[in-house]
């Protein structure tokens, strides 16, 4: 079973940025799709951005332009960078790789106070 550990959420301001790690244990994180979700507070768990094993990204459009996934093989981890962050992306960012199904970490609370 895949073991995957998030890092790097905290309080920020409007406007400040983040970024959130995910290590990931096993030797198939190079083979892996890996994405970050997050789930708002009383809503539902949503998509933000997925990085393939070759290194193609896609976002969601609510955060398109503002985050960047990227993937360190050598470390098996992959990371969000999140910029000009707003109040709406208050969340808990749940970090996720792909093998037969989908795996996920315990999540990382993310806060943007205005």
């Not at 976002?59 to 707003?86: C, E, H, P, W």
Request: include cysteine; aromatic fraction near 8%; charged fraction near 15%.
């Amino acid at each position: 079973q895949v073991q995957l550990v998030e890092s790097g959420g905290g309080l920020v301001q409007a406007g400040g940025s983040l970024r959130l790690s995910c290590a990931a244990s096993g030797s198939i994180f190079t083979i892996s799709t890996m994405a970050w979700h997050r789930q708002p507070p009383g809503k539902q768990r949503e998509f933000v951005a997925v990085i393939s094993s070759r290194g193609s990204t896609s976002y969601a459009d609510s955060v398109k332009g503002r985050f960047t996934i990227s993937r360190d093989n050598a470390k098996n981890t992959v990371y969000l960078q999140m910029n000009s962050l707003k109040p709406d992306d208050t969340a808990v960012y749940y970090c996720g790789l792909q093998s037969t199904s989908w795996d996920w970490g315990q999540g990382t609370q993310v806060t943007v106070s205005s």
